[in-house]
């Protein structure tokens, strides 16, 4: 079992770089992969982000690649989101997700999801 907690989420305006952190709960955290997710108002989640359990492999979504880092601290059970140069389009709920499993969390699965923190990107 792992319990998930983001934080980091607020009103940014465009341009802005903040950075969200997912809190695991949980012995097993190293062992599982880790993805960020999104849901706009009106549209459907997509995929964001997602890093191997070992740190060693990140994939990322068109949309976000060059502007967003994912990176994970297993002594902290954490995984932070890097987000640089945001846009209006990237104002979502970001979730964070953990699967074993890297293809299955890039196909938007997960076996334990968190609540999400709201980011709104102000232009």
């Known amino acids: 079992q792992v319990q998930l907690v983001e934080s980091g989420g607020g009103l940014v305006q465009a341009g802005g770089s903040p950075r969200l952190s997912c809190a695991a709960a949980?012995?097993?955290?190293?062992?599982?992969?880790m993805g960020w997710f999104r849901q706009a108002p009106g549209k459907e989640r997509e995929f964001v982000a997602a890093i191997s359990w070992s740190g060693g492999s990140t994939y990322y979504a068109d949309s976000v690649k060059g502007r967003f880092t994912f990176s994970r601290d297993n002594a902290k059970n954490t995984v932070y989101l890097q987000m640089n140069s945001l846009k209006p389009e990237d104002t979502a709920i970001y979730y964070c997700?953990?699967?074993?499993?890297?293809?299955?969390?890039?196909?938007?699965?997960?076996?334990?999801w968190g609540q999400g923190t709201q980011v709104t990107v102000s232009s």
């Open positions: 997700a953990a699967d074993r499993g890297v293809s299955k969390l890039r196909r938007g699965t997960g076996d334990y």
């Open positions: 949980g012995r097993t955290f190293i062992t599982y992969d």
